[in-house]
């Protein structure tokens, strides 16, 4: 326990009292002596230990109104600061006026069922209930809350994750009618795997195909904030090696010699003349993992190359795994086809005579 002196900005003197008591400080003003600050302590003290002190009364209770905005603007240098504002102002509509303290795991359930009312999917229901949890867990750390009420509630179960991917022929459709500016892009997207953001910011200083063993595209600003490495095949090469020099700086050129900003209207107008139906551009993602895997590839350098944290994010392609060994071995097929005439005879008799050999 402890008084303090302190002097206002006008120059007058104060005294304040602070005190630890089950790990939460208590302090405020005393009074204008160190006497009056001592007694108000001792008052205090009393209260906290008869347990007649509202034991969060010393500690801030803001509005979740005003708390958004201090979460929104701390977090606003982070790759997230999107996803976090739609979700932060969805979570507003339904909580706002209320304090940190108000908000009881009961409010919470009461939320998941007027966004299930909404048909809103369960996958966007628990992305907001993970964007309060993180505001509940930060404002602790902030020191406005004392416990996270989204920890006592259970989020929802979510499908499998979408894993749409396009056949031979159906890639050769689509990058026949996309126009000059596009082809490139949707090219390195089928052949890399990355995402649409990585492709319209990738620069030439990116790119190393010359004079290097194994030529690689080195992305450093990504979804996860962790570089990666993501090698590139002879026939991408090719392709990379046909647009250098149309932009001194940026890889995908539009039309007017600028650097692609949007490929929506471009992309959709391709999927139209290649009559190919429910495909989103990040489903090219999507295609090289499925057929990378097909292909003999294996999940840990997938992971690797697509830039996920763990294999859990591509556990989805192990299926199309086993559907590539079981092509392998049926590769031996009329391998040992003598064999195979001499095992099925179907006569007991002359099975015995094999055994008796």
Same mark, same amino acid.
């Given at each position: 326990m402890s008084v303090r002196q302190k002097v206002r900005r006008d120059g007058s003197v104060a005294w304040q009292y602070d005190f630890m008591h089950d790990?939460?400080?208590?302090?405020?003003?005393?009074?204008?002596?160190?006497?009056q600050a001592l007694r108000v302590q001792e008052k205090i003290r009393n209260q906290v230990l008869n347990g007649e002190h509202d034991l969060i009364e010393h500690r801030k209770n803001p509005r979740i109104d005003d708390f958004v905005v201090t979460f929104l603007d701390r977090r606003?240098?982070?790759?997230?600061?999107?996803?976090?504002?739609?979700?932060?102002r969805t979570l507003l509509k339904f909580f706002s006026g209320k304090?940190?303290?108000?908000? *009881?795991p009961?409010?919470? &359930?009461?939320?998941? +069922?007027? @966004?299930?009312?909404?048909?809103?999917?369960? *996958?966007?229901?628990?992305? &907001?209930?993970?964007? +309060?949890? @993180?505001?509940?867990?930060?404002?602790?750390?902030?020191?406005?809350?004392?416990?996270?009420?989204?920890s006592e509630i259970d989020f929802l179960k979510e499908p499998p994750g979408r894993s749409r991917y396009l056949s031979k022929e159906e890639m050769a459709r689509l990058l026949n009618s996309c126009n000059e500016h596009l082809r490139p892009l949707?090219?390195?997207?089928?052949y890399t795997g990355m995402r649409l953001s990585e492709l319209l910011t990738l620069k030439w200083s990116q790119v190393f195909i010359d004079n290097v063993?194994?030529?690689?595209?080195?992305?450093?600003?990504?979804k996860n904030g962790k570089s990666r490495l993501v090698p590139i095949s002879d026939d991408l090469v090719t392709v990379l090696e046909s647009v250098r020099g149309h932009h001194t700086e940026y890889v995908f050129i539009g039309e007017r010699g600028n650097p692609l900003k949007s490929v929506k209207k471009p992309f959709e107008t391709a999927l139209r003349k290649a009559a190919i139906t429910e495909f989103r551009f990040h489903d090219l993602r999507h295609t090289f993992a499925s057929h990378f895997i097909m292909n003999g590839g294996d999940v840990l350098a997938l992971k690797e190359?697509?830039?996920?944290?763990?294999?859990?994010?591509?556990?989805?392609?192990?299926?199309?795994?086993q559907a590539h060994k079981r092509r392998q071995v049926n590769n031996l097929k009329g391998v040992f086809s003598d064999c195979h005439l001499f095992v099925t005879r179907d006569t007991l008799p002359e099975r015995a005579k094999i055994g008796s050999l």
């Open positions: 790990g939460i400080r208590y302090r405020g003003l005393g009074g204008a002596t160190k006497t606003r240098h982070l790759k997230s600061k999107k996803r976090d504002n739609l979700s932060a304090t940190l303290r108000e908000i *009881a009961g409010d919470i &359930e009461d939320y998941v +069922l007027h @966004r299930k009312a909404q048909n809103i999917a369960n *996958a966007t229901i628990n992305r &907001e209930l993970a964007c +309060l949890k @993180r505001m509940y867990n930060l404002a602790m750390r902030w020191g406005d809350a004392k416990k996270n009420p989204v949707v090219f390195t997207a089928l063993l194994d030529p690689y595209i080195e992305l450093v600003e990504t190359i697509l830039g996920h944290s763990s294999l859990k994010m591509v556990e989805r392609y192990a299926h199309l795994a």
